[in-house]
């Protein structure tokens, strides 16, 4: 039996709701899953507006561009990340200038921040990484004091809250990724939350081709956008994943706290809770200590016989020609180290407390 690295889980529930959007949501049933969905998601993500979109990756651009960046800002962020988080500032012309994590959550490090802001900055993106909440104490206080934006990029992060609140809702604007490969999926499918009337307002008109809410019948925009809103019928399904928010959520803690527990004795980092946080253990992910003799390819090899899909913790952007050549690259040496040993360990609803078991006993057999 094939070990996924990650797999949605789809009931009944889910089918019914998608089968209902496909058989009725059409004419003035049009609009009824994503207008469900959204609140959902206002509901979810504690904040006051929420626009679904086709994916996390374009909420990341409209919001971008709706803060009006352009060449020559500069967006802070943490070298460790998905190219997904730096792909929409190079779109707009700007400049991601990449900065070190910290050696416990994987997460943007402030101190860092702190040294690499100019006159250019213009934002910073916080990335929770693998469900590790980023230290948005310290992040909210330098980026009042600088006067530039915090932007959370949660696309792992759901089930993730920091001092009770659902992580996402705490900056400038956050968006929110529904991969099929997230805690909770549409398919495809992402969406932008924010507290402010006039950005929500900015990126709903660029989500609809820059027509603005009162021109909706009419086919002329204020301005050009983008077409990336979500469909009826992957609202249908992100609407049965919500309904079952707590029990997906749930589920990632405790394989998580599975693997912790079978893995005691192993000189690694895991995934960190920190005071006063809920971790959602998108993906429970290890890094050796300093330390500790660990023999990654060996151990990725041997999965890949057993069938089991695990995959290595995320390169440094900067180590990509394609981003560096158009980036400003700052110290790195935590991403470097977290990227070369790192590795992420299966998790999905279904597996089987068998498969976390021989996951772990084969990981144990490269440690020496
Ligand atoms: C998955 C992911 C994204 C992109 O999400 P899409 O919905 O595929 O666009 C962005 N940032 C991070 C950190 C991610 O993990």
Redesign the pocket.
């Known amino acids: 039996m094939k070990t996924h690295y990650t797999k949605p889980s789809i009931t009944d529930l889910e089918v019914q709701y998608v089968t209902d959007a496909a058989a009725n949501g059409w004419g003035d049933r049009c609009y009824e899953y994503i207008e469900m969905f959204e609140s959902k998601l206002r509901g979810a993500f504690d904040a006051q507006y929420a626009i679904a979109t086709s ?6 651009q409209m919001g971008l561009h709706a803060l009006g960046l352009g060449r020559g800002d500069e967006v802070i962020m943490a070298d460790t ?2 190219v ?2 730096a792909a929409p500032v190079l779109h707009l012309g700007a400049t991601p200038v990449l900065v070190d994590i910290e050696p416990d959550s994987w997460c943007i490090d402030p101190e860092a921040v702190v040294e690499s802001l100019t006159p250019n900055t213009k934002a910073i993106v916080a ?1 929770h ?1 693998y469900g590790n909440v980023a230290d948005m104490e310290r992040l909210q206080s330098i980026a009042v004091e600088a006067g530039v934006s915090l932007i959370e ?1 949660a ?2 992060a759901i089930g993730s809250y920091w001092r009770e609140r659902h992580v996402g809702g705490l900056g400038t604007f956050g ?1 929110f ?3 099929g ?2 805690t909770i999926t549409t398919g ?3 969406a932008l939350v924010t507290d402010d009337p006039e950005l929500h307002c900015t990126v709903l008109q660029l989500s609809n081709h820059g027509r603005s809410q009162s021109q909706m019948l009419d086919f002329i925009p204020d301005r050009i956008g983008y077409k990336y809103k979500i469909s009826n019928v992957q609202a249908a399904l992100g609407c049965a994943q919500f309904e079952r928010f707590e029990e997906l959520v749930q589920r990632k803690r405790t394989i998580f706290e599975t693997y912790r527990s079978l893995l005691s004795d192993l000189p690694v980092y895991w995934n960190v809770e920190r005071p006063s946080c809920q971790n959602g253990y998108w993906l429970p992910t290890i890094v050796p200590m300093r330390q500790a003799k660990f023999d990654r390819k060996g151990f990725i090899n041997e999965c890949r016989q057993q069938d089991i899909d695990v995959r290595p913790f995320f390169r440094p952007l900067s180590s990509m020609g394609a981003v560096r050549k158009k980036a400003v690259c700052r110290p790195n040496c935590q991403s470097e180290f977290a990227g070369e040993f790192g590795v992420n360990l299966p998790s999905y609803f279904d597996m089987t407390e068998q498969q976390q078991v021989s996951v772990s006993s084969t990981l144990k057999k490269f440690f020496a």
């Open positions: 994916s996390c990756t374009g909420a990341l990340n998905w997904a988080t990335t990484l990029d696309a792992e968006v990724s529904f991969h490969s997230k495809e499918g992402g």
